[in-house]
Every structure is written in structure tokens, then in C-alpha cells.
């Protein structure tokens, strides 16, 4: 069974552009959440999706934002990339909301 | 402000002997809470978690303790082995979600051969 998927693993833009994640979760996962995670402030929670709803968001500024596909892959924008948006941002997918939650290996993003 | 802390950055056990890993937490309405394990490069692996009705939950070599007047929550490892060094993550959730983690930054673990 493929595990969750992350694309692309390694990505370098540039101060002010914009960057578009990929997640695809585990066939028959329909809920994914988002996490960043940084040297400083650890792993901290993006937004949590099921079934394409937005369940729950975590304290970003608008700049960061995300979808849900009908076929649960599920995307996250960066828009005016700072250079503090370096940073590791995982995926992870679980067959129900709110339980047994598998992480991607996730996409190192580094702002120059 | 963290509401979920690790306070020790890396902990170094020699092969064969218990490790204990701490976190702390301040917010009382936590109703679960989950170690993951991370290696680099690769996304956290789930190894354990306790709900808040227990104080105690095993699995194999991996134990975690919750001390709910504390606020403490503690996993232990034994034996420990070389392949268990790693970064370990704790964390917590309420209202039943684990879609919504609150992690602590977690504790760097070596275990010497």
C-alpha cells in the first residue's frame, strides 16, 4: 500500500513568489492535515481537511491556504513568500477524521 | 506560548538501558496524547499514544506514563537500541481530533553501541 506522498520533495524559490504543495494521501484516506516544521517553533498545525471541508486552521496568516480535492489529494499555497517560510511542511492522511494518522516525508522549502 | 514542551533538546543512553523521554503540558482539556519518532529526511512515525482516562499504556519496548496533576507525560524505551536513535516528538489533541496536533519540539535521542 503506497504511503503518503509529497510533492515536490525539494523546492528553492524566491522571496515574494508564490508555491503550490502537492499531498496524495493513501488510497481511501479522506482526511489530510498540514504541518510546518521549523527549527524554532517545531512542528505546528496548518489545516486539517475532509471530504474538501476545511475542518480546522491553524494560526497562519492568510497568506498560507489550502484545497481538498474531490479525490482527496489535497494542495497548500504560500502566496508572497517570506524567508521565514523556509521550512520542512509534512502531510499526513487518515482514513477517518480525527484518527491513526500517517505522515509523508515531505517538501523542504527554501526561500532565498 | 507552548502548550506542549519537551525541555530536554537530546537525551544519550548507552545500548541495553532504559530511556526516558518528558514532556509537560499546560492545557488541561488535552484528552490524548501521542509520541511520534522521526528520522531525517523522512516524515514523523507513530509509535504510541495514551488517552487521558488512562495513566499507563505498553506496546513492546515502548511504555508511556500520564501523571495528570502533573501535566506530565513520560515514555520510556527498553531496552534501548542503536536504532532507536532518532528525534522523538510529543504530542497532544482535543475534542476527540488528532487532526489538529500540538506538538512539543521534540527531544534528540542517541543510543551508543
Known amino acids: 500500500k503506497a504511503g503518503v506522498t509529497q510533492t515536490p520533495r525539494y523546492l528553492i524559490k524566491t522571496r515574494g513568489q508564490q508555491v503550490t504543495l502537492s499531498c496524495s494521501p493513501i488510497?481511501?484516506?479522506?482526511?489530510v492535515s498540514w504541518y510546518q516544521q521549523t527549527p524554532g517553533q517545531g512542528l505546528q498545525f496548518l489545516f486539517e481537511?475532509?471530504?474538501?471541508?476545511?475542518?480546522n486552521k491553524g494560526n497562519f496568516p492568510g497568506r498560507f491556504s489550502g484545497r481538498q480535492f474531490s479525490n482527496s489529494r489535497s494542495e497548500m499555497n504560500v502566496s508572497t513568500l517570506e524567508l521565514g517560510d523556509s521550512a520542512l511542511y509534512l502531510c499526513?492522511?487518515?482514513?477517518?477524521?480525527?484518527?491513526?494518522?500517517?505522515f509523508g516525508s515531505g517538501t523542504r522549502l527554501t526561500v532565498v | 506560548d507552548q502548550q506542549v514542551k519537551q525541555n530536554s533538546p537530546s537525551l544519550s543512553v548507552q545500548e541495553g538501558r532504559i530511556s526516558i523521554l518528558n514532556c509537560d503540558y499546560t492545557?488541561?482539556?488535552?484528552?490524548?496524547f501521542l509520541w511520534y519518532k522521526k528520522y531525517p529526511a523522512e516524515g514523523p512515525t507513530f509509535l504510541i499514544s495514551?488517552?487521558?482516562?488512562?495513566d499507563k499504556n505498553e506496546d513492546g519496548r515502548f511504555t508511556v506514563f500520564l501523571n495528570k496533576s502533573a501535566k506530565h507525560l513520560s515514555l520510556h524505551i527498553v531496552p534501548s537500541q542503536p536504532g532507536d536513535s532518532a528525534v522523538y516528538f510529543c504530542?497532544?489533541?482535543?475534542?476527540?481530533?488528532?487532526?489538529?496536533?500540538?506538538f512539543g519540539k521534540g527531544t534528540k535521542l542517541s543510543v551508543k553501541p
Open positions: 492545557n488541561s482539556m488535552f484528552d490524548y
Open positions: 499526513a492522511s487518515s482514513a477517518r477524521t480525527g484518527y491513526g494518522y500517517t
Open positions: 481537511y475532509f471530504s474538501e471541508t476545511q475542518r
Open positions: 495514551i488517552s487521558s482516562i488512562k
Open positions: 488510497s481511501g484516506h479522506r482526511s
Open positions: 504530542a497532544a489533541s482535543h475534542g476527540g481530533s488528532q487532526g489538529n496536533l500540538i
